[in-house]
């Protein structure tokens, strides 16, 4: 039996809306907004934007969550541990969050992500159908 901190980090969907007027910059809460689009029920939504909320914010002060916190934050994030591993393995699917020196970090990775794939849209849009 393998353990749900060890599953594999397999790549995470994300939903993309093509009406401008979803458009996550145009949102009340653009961070929220994002986190619809790669959870699809709002509790683990909200979750999910606190737990970046706390990687941030630990970061920022140089004290990283360590993975070993993995109990704190269940009870920080009122969540049982399977859900936190899903909801954690989901972000770093996307590349929200990195591991390193067993610590949560915030990761560059969706952001260049996003830059790599951003002609792709831009040569496919200008193309006709």
Same mark, same amino acid.
């Given at each position: 039996m393998s353990l749900v901190k060890n599953a594999p980090r397999t790549a995470t969907t994300i939903v993309v809306r093509s009406d401008s007027n979803s458009r996550i910059s145009h949102s009340r809460d653009p961070y929220y907004t994002l986190m619809r689009r790669i959870f699809q029920e709002d509790a683990t939504a909200v979750r999910g934007q606190k737990f970046l909320t706390l990687v941030e914010e630990r970061q920022a002060a140089g004290s990283a969550i360590r993975t070993d916190e993995w109990k704190n934050l269940? +009870? +920080?994030?009122?969540?049982?541990?399977?859900?936190?591993? #899903?909801?954690?393995?989901?972000?770093?699917?996307?590349?929200?969050?990195?591991?390193?020196?067993? +610590?949560?970090?915030?990761?560059?990775?969706?952001?260049?992500?996003?830059?790599?794939? #951003?002609?792709?849209?831009?040569?496919?849009?200008?193309?006709? #159908?």
């Open positions: 269940l +009870e +920080e994030l009122q969540i049982g541990r399977a859900s936190f591993y #899903a909801m954690r393995n989901k972000l770093l699917g996307a590349g929200l969050i990195s591991i390193k020196d067993k +610590e949560y970090r915030l990761s560059g990775q969706f952001s260049k992500d996003l830059l790599d794939m #951003a002609p792709l849209v831009v040569d496919r849009s200008s193309q006709p #159908a």
